[in-house]
């Protein structure tokens, strides 16, 4: 972020704090229908136009860190096996084999030169190309070239891999826009995986991940975990192209984020050094359309990823990403260790703070006591991610009684903001009465 930029957000950041009304011009939001989070019919639109056709963060390379090295993943629903190719690219194909079906590979993560389907040993290459086929002449004209494991689009972002079903799709990088740009400072090509966990909740994926785009809940679940490095009030939005969107908020001026970093136990932590001014010393988070939501510091990339597995259910994944923090113990922001789980490890408290009521509301949602949310000019994120929710259904698809208004129009969508505009003014008229 070059200086004038830097200068603007940090006007723009007071501004918010001190004005008293949503910024003249910005549309009254229409309550959003409360069956969006109970409607089988929506969630199932959902499915098929969303998660079919948006990038999904699939996989780090560290997990798939050599050629030869391959992975599962079913976190979108479909059998999938990410692949890192002996020709050094990372691919990604349905776990399916050519043949009837079986699964090509069966262990979780591993590392071969060839992929063997384990039910009559139909055997591909790293890059899905069909090479073997025991008892061959026995297959009438089988064309082995037309026979390899179906691709799903794969593209990475420095070290991240991401999927798309959409065999149409814009590339990854288009898909992200201007947040591409602003995330080069954070070094994805250097940052190593420290932490990948999942916890199963109990309501919908967007109940569950509602809770982590807006700070207006901040002071009030969070008083001793966020509050003290978030100033709520001076919080500014930004909203993406694609659904996307951005916070921006300054510590509290009574308290200093580096102060509040010093009473934190973090032997280990590494400083990504070509983080700007802004992600030093403020709190950013960016949400990802459909279901990232990130802070990104100089410290951190810690992603929370929401994945519908039915309904009214979610798996959480809380990972950390860090840069190289050598021999030392991993760094892991969202979890702690916990020896009565399974998985040995629970949500930290600042997660247990975001996910308490999910389950409570789920219910409240499918009672007659919930009709539709009101969200304010400081939830606009939510709405604009639903507004482009419908827009990736296509809004004709989208019931009546089921749909958003497309309320928020293209001048409140970055790089347009009419904020800066009114601040300026607002300054002017001050400069003239003062
Ligand atoms: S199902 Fe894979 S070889 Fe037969
Ligand atoms: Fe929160």
Known sequence: MDSATIATMKALMEWEGQRKAPPPGFPKLPDVPAARYTSAEYYALEQEHIFRKTWLFAAHLDEVPEPGSFMRWNNAGDPIIIVHGTDGVVRAFYNTCRHRGAPVVTADKGCARRLVCPYHAWTYKTDGTLVGVPERQ?????????RGLIPVRCEMFGKLIFVNFDDGATSLRDFLGPIAEEWEEFGFDKLRLAARHSFDLACNWKVAMEANMEVY?????????????????????????????????????????????????APNWTAIETVGELGRTHTQSYTIFPNWVSPLSNYFVPPLIFWPTSLTSTRLELITMAPDWGDGEAPDLWTVPDETSPSGRAMARLIQEDTQFGEAIQRSMESRGFRSVPLSYQESRIYWFHQHCDRMIGVDRVPPDLRVEQAIGAEWVSPNDPRVALMEQNAADLAMTG
Do not use: W
Not at 224 to 230: M, N, Q
């Open 138 to 146: 026995d297959f009438v004209d089988l064309d082995m070239a037309t």
């Open 217 to 265: 809940h901040v002071p009030f679940i969070h008083p001793e975990t966020v509050a003290p490095l978030v100033d709520a009030k001076r919080n500014v939005n930004h909203l993406y192209p694609g659904g996307h969107g951005r916070m921006l908020a300054p510590p509290p001026r009574e308290m200093q984020r580096e102060s509040v970093r010093a009473l934190e136990n």
